[in-house]
């Protein structure tokens, strides 16, 4: 089946690197995403990976993906007050490519 | 562009009664859905389109009905309201051109009372 697993909360000190994971069950997903939502608001994309990759990076962010253990990160560098948000991993999978499943979001709290 | 719109903002119902939550994208998209997201959750696709006339099904779709008369716009109606839709309702669409990225609305907090 298709499942998205992330952990619920985070908390890292500013300036500090967070790193945000998440566990994916279907094998054959094509594209993996992280999306971030703030309070109040819609989702808005923040990067994706294909399944062919093992990482990228995009100024501040840099997303690694096992594709053997299933596992998907997110590492925020410098991590900022602006940050504070639920990150949202997500998976398109081969057989169903119309859809995108979520997990659960990891909300993210920077302490001063 | 406008992008994304939903209407209301905010709504509260009586068990029973009836809604439609509206959602219109001025993008020329072909891709759009209809999501819910309950407290701490992720979020759950309800129903998709993935063009005018052409709708499916997805993880929670009971108690929903969606049409998709035009590219613009894909309503959400519930036909008698149950506490348990009590939920924020997200709708995003994609282009065939940009697979990889889905534009949300700025959702519709519904409380069913």
């Known amino acids: 089946g298709e499942d998205v697993e992330q952990s619920l909360f985070l908390s890292v000190r500013e300036g500090d690197s967070s790193v945000i994971n998440c566990t994916y069950t279907?094998?054959?997903?094509?594209?993996l995403y992280w999306y971030k939502q703030e309070p109040g608001a819609g989702l808005q994309l923040l990067t994706y990976?294909?399944?062919?990759?093992d990482m990228k990076q995009d100024q501040r962010l840099t997303v690694l993906l096992n594709k053997k253990d299933k596992h998907l990160s997110l590492r925020i560098a410098d991590t900022q007050t602006g940050d504070s948000a639920i990150y949202f991993c997500?998976?398109?999978?081969?057989?169903?490519?119309?859809?995108?499943?979520f997990g659960s979001g990891t909300r993210l709290s920077i302490r001063p | 562009n406008a992008g994304v719109t939903q209407t209301p903002k905010f709504r509260i119902l009586k068990i029973g009664q009836s809604m439609t939550l509206q959602c219109t994208q001025d993008m020329n998209h072909n891709y759009m859905y209809w999501y819910r997201q309950d407290p701490g959750m992720g979020l759950k696709l309800i129903y998709y389109?993935?063009?005018?006339?052409?709708?499916d099904k997805g993880e929670v779709p009971n108690g929903y009905n969606v049409s998709r008369s035009t590219t613009e716009d894909f309503p959400l109606r519930l036909e008698l309201a149950a506490p348990s839709q009590t939920s924020v309702y997200f709708c995003a669409s994609i282009p065939r051109t940009s697979y990889n990225e889905q534009f949300f609305g700025p959702g519709t907090r519904l409380t069913v009372l």
């Open positions: 279907d094998s054959s997903s094509t594209y």
């Open positions: 997500a998976e398109r999978p081969y057989s169903s490519a119309s859809k995108i499943i």
């Open positions: 389109s993935v063009g005018a006339g052409i709708t």
């Open positions: 990976i294909f399944s062919n990759m």
